[in-house]
């Protein structure tokens, strides 16, 4: 019972300050909305995919393995690792980005003109702030992961409005980028409180053989996460190639709005569940018990959200937003089966990150891929946005509610 007491406070320490982060995204969009344009939130919202996905590149997820270490100066050189690895490959980026910004078409397309070397910036620091959040995962040091995202969301509020009033262009985007940069310097002043040590015996060959030992999160949970991405972001790409960039600011929108209680519940239940089923999977090989009330839990909170949106979506878009949103109203309401599978989806999929189930993580993310694209391709050809989007919710769920099945298989530990 203590153990289970421990688990709802640290629950309690992330839902209340990731609720306070996002209530302050929800308060602040109907400032950003008259602000910006749905243009401007299209561009944000491609941006946002692109460098999502370098970032997983970057680091090969091996940021994935912080957690998964018995001793600590393996974690921390892991850490130290992936960070030099994710350097050299975001000034690769940057580079290459400022070359071909204006002469590859697949750039053009997304009006990248302008903003190439934020690409390659928001891809490092990205590296930097997973890094960070999952050495202070791994010592359960919540409230400063917490603060960070609170950073994160304010500057995400006050730099794009201050970007607005200064004329500055792009402000959604520059404003993202700066307060992503000021929430990792949070995390580096904050390092000595996790006994963070530099051991200075180790040298080149000791880093690669640590990167071979876990290399199964660059052979499996890379390519996984990646499909994974791609996957969640395809959206953004093919509404943009098929109805324009005025849709998918619309789309931008309404995601942002449905994403919402899926970001707080991974940030909230799936952290604090990524290191108490990790200690559970250490010491007895299995996390049935927890994963099992977590699940009950996510499920009650899915069925009341998506009363809500499919309810109310149109007119609180209308009402907060603006008369100009109330179609990103109705789209959130065609996305409603995808935002509720993946509230109870997300924050339980990183028992394949403890289990080191890699692999079967992988091969679920290439059929969520391959359904969503054929799903968004062939609806995007022939029908209209809504339709588009009704389809793509409804392959997203199909794999939610896989993926959901599996973890729970998983969690009951190997038979033996």
């Not at 790409?237 to 600011?249: D, R």
């Not at 789209?331 to 189930?357: C, E, H, K, N």
Request: charged fraction near 10%; hydrophobic fraction near 50%; proline fraction near 2%.
């Amino acid at each position: 019972m203590k153990n289970w007491n421990g688990f709802y406070k640290n629950i309690a320490v992330m839902f209340s300050g990731n609720i306070v982060a996002h209530l302050l995204v929800v308060i602040s969009t109907p400032v950003l909305a008259r602000l910006f344009l749905p243009d401007e939130f299209g561009l944000y919202q491609l941006f946002l995919s692109f460098t999502s996905i370098s970032s997983m590149v970057a680091t090969g997820k091996y940021e994935l393995a912080i957690i998964a270490p018995k001793y600590d100066f393996v974690a921390v050189s892991i850490a130290i690792a992936t960070t030099v690895i994710s350097l050299a490959l975001s000034l690769i980026l940057g580079v290459a980005c400022n070359l071909c910004v204006d002469s590859v078409d697949f750039f053009k397309s997304m009006y990248f003109s302008g903003i190439s070397f934020w690409i390659g910036s928001f891809t490092f620091v990205l590296c930097i702030y997973q890094i960070c959040y999952m050495l202070f995962i791994r010592h359960a040091c919540y409230k400063i992961t917490v603060t960070a995202n609170l950073i994160y969301s304010i500057g995400c509020v006050a730099l794009p409005i201050l970007a607005y009033y200064c004329s500055a262009d792009n402000g959604l985007i520059k404003g993202m980028v700066i307060a992503k940069f000021i929430a990792c310097l949070y995390f580096l002043y904050n390092i000595k409180k996790i006994g963070l040590k530099i051991y200075r015996h180790v040298n080149v060959n000791y880093y690669i053989r640590i990167l071979v030992r876990y290399s199964d999160f660059f052979k499996f949970a890379l390519p996984g996460n990646v499909l994974n991405t791609l996957s969640a972001n395809a959206p953004a790409f093919l509404l943009n190639y098929f109805y324009g960039m005025n849709v998918t600011g619309y789309y931008s929108m309404a995601n942002r709005c449905v994403g919402l209680p899926i970001a707080l519940a991974s940030k909230s239940v799936g952290d604090v569940f990524k290191q108490e089923a990790g200690k559970a999977y250490q010491l007895y090989g299995e996390c049935y018990s927890i994963f099992s009330r977590v699940m009950i839990m996510l499920i009650k909170g899915s069925a009341v959200y998506s009363l809500v949106i499919l309810l109310l979506a149109p007119y609180i878009f209308t009402i907060v937003l603006g008369e100009q949103w109330k179609i990103a109203g109705v789209y959130a309401q065609l996305l409603v089966l995808a935002g509720a599978t993946g509230l109870i989806y997300s924050p339980l999929s990183s028992i394949f990150d403890l289990a080191v189930r890699e692999y079967e993580y992988m091969i679920l993310q290439l059929f969520s891929l391959i359904l969503v694209v054929m799903a968004l391709l062939c609806s995007g050809k022939f029908f209209r946005v809504e339709y588009t989007l009704f389809i793509y919710a409804l392959a997203i769920s199909i794999i939610n509610i896989a993926g959901i099945i599996y973890c729970r298989e998983i969690s009951k530990g190997e038979k033996k």
